[in-house]
């Protein structure tokens, strides 16, 4: 699992969560909405 952030919305990004072989994505708004 990785952290990692989309280039959208605000300033920093939007939050995502990758799988090891970054195959897979998912945004997680209701863990936070950005990795600041």
Same mark, same amino acid.
């Given at each position: *699992?990785?952290l990692?952030?989309l280039?959208?919305?605000g300033?920093?990004?939007?939050?995502? $969560? $990758?799988?090891?072989d *970054?195959?897979?994505? $998912?945004? $997680?708004?209701?863990?936070a909405?950005?990795l600041?």
């Amino acid at each position: *699992m990785k952290l990692a952030s989309l280039k959208e919305g605000g300033r920093d990004g939007t939050l995502i $969560v $990758v799988n090891r072989d *970054m195959s897979r994505a $998912v945004k $997680v708004p209701d863990i936070a909405t950005t990795l600041q």
